[in-house]
């Protein structure tokens, strides 16, 4: 990227500057705009339950995700201008941690240039960054995006989740995870390596500050075998192992699964959990992936003499996998109907279909689950969704 002297040296000063790290994110984002030769630049972070764009200073307004220009920049991930009420214009650009959404950056130009869109496109990276690199020690960030109180057992689990969004060029994954503020014992996970997707989704006993327990102590076992590399029966054997030694009163359903970028071949075991679904060629395979399910962790004394199961299937670029808990399938709509399998996989299939985004399509499906319930979800509600594809696919 190629910059005028006059906004490339001060830009350059600014984060070359060893008190940079410590400067304030509006101090830093308000300097960073003017040695880059833009007018003036605003945060907006998308709240927890991705519903508001909040700002992060008490100047402005926070704006609707679903009902704004701003949103629909958040929603698509793309670039969009429209005139400010001065006469100038405003840029939106999208706020990205790798495949995860941030939020958005509003820069106010009197003019767009091919020069001022692609500052203002350094100018997002950066302050992604930055955000990235402060969120996990700047409570006033964790206070803007909450619009309520947070229950204990949901600020445990919370702290131990990880982004909603991940991905590479061969493999997106993305999850969602409700009630907010009031979770029990339901909880996700999802890593990368250099040759494999893990994904695992838990149900843990209970909706108390024991299940969130459970489930915290499930995905730190999960992840130590993990970073160890284990293979898929070991980790799930040392899970097993963790709930007998330390919560031998405690149990959780999952699925734990391993998705090899290369070939596509996907691992999987399921201990007492709803069984994972296929989505292929924009419809829903039957029962693709239904295995006899082992018994849920921490209860490896229903096992007796055999080992829990490893299943395995080779998926087809462009799959999708869903792991969920059946609080997705089990909340009720206004007519008291069961929202139900039929109509989940119809979401998803629907928006595959209208290249949706995973991260908007899991956005979107939550939000009309609560918005359909006659009042608060009856219970933890968790989707995690996988799409494979390989280069060149």
């Not at 206070?143 to 909603?164: D, V």
Request: net charge negative; hydrophobic share 40%.
């Amino acid at each position: 990227m190629s910059m005028p002297d006059s906004g490339g040296d001060p830009l350059r000063d600014f984060l070359a500057d060893p008190a940079y790290a410590t400067v304030d994110l509006v101090d830093a984002l308000d300097r960073c705009t003017k040695a880059l030769g833009l007018e003036h630049s605003r945060v907006y972070l998308a709240d927890i339950q991705q519903r508001h764009l909040v700002p992060l200073t008490e100047v402005a307004a926070g704006l609707p995700i679903d009902a704004s220009l701003a949103g629909w920049t958040y929603r698509t991930q793309s670039l969009r201008v429209e005139p400010s009420e001065t006469g100038a214009v405003i840029a939106w650009f999208p706020l990205l941690d790798g495949a995860e959404r941030l939020g958005v950056l509003a820069v106010h130009a009197s003019a767009l240039t091919a020069a001022s869109l692609e500052r203002g496109r350094a100018l997002a990276t950066l302050v992604a960054m930055m955000v990235t690199s402060r969120r996990t020690y700047k409570d006033s960030f964790v206070r803007r995006t909450r619009t309520e109180p947070m229950q204990l057992p949901a600020e445990m689990l919370r702290a131990y989740l990880p982004p909603r969004t991940i991905g590479n060029t061969r493999a997106v994954s993305t999850a969602v995870l409700e009630p907010a503020y009031e979770l029990g014992g339901d909880a996700f996970d999802h890593a990368l390596t250099e040759t494999t997707l893990h994904a695992t989704v838990l149900d843990s006993m209970g909706h108390n500050l024991a299940s969130g327990l459970t489930s915290a102590v499930s995905l730190a076992a999960c992840r130590n075998a993990r970073r160890t590399g284990a293979d898929l029966p070991e980790l799930v054997r040392t899970v097993d192992e963790a709930l007998t030694a330390w919560l031998p009163d405690q149990f959780c359903t999952a699925v734990l699964a391993q998705l090899d970028f290369a070939s596509g071949v996907l691992r999987w075991s399921n201990c007492g959990h709803p069984a994972p679904l296929l989505i292929r060629d924009q419809r829903l395979i039957v029962d693709a992936l239904e295995r006899e399910p082992d018994p849920p962790l921490g209860l490896p004394s229903l096992l007796a003499a055999r080992p829990r199961g490893t299943h395995e299937t080779t998926l087809r670029p462009g799959d999708r996998v869903l792991l969920y808990t059946d609080g997705v399938t089990e909340a009720r709509t206004r007519s008291g109907e069961l929202f139900g399998l039929q109509r989940f996989t119809d979401y998803i299939i629907r928006a595959t279909a209208a290249g949706e985004l995973p991260a908007e399509t899991l956005r979107r499906l939550i939000h009309s689950i609560l918005d359909v319930e006659t009042d608060r979800l009856r219970d933890d509600a968790t989707i995690l969704m996988f799409e494979w594809q390989p280069a060149g696919a």
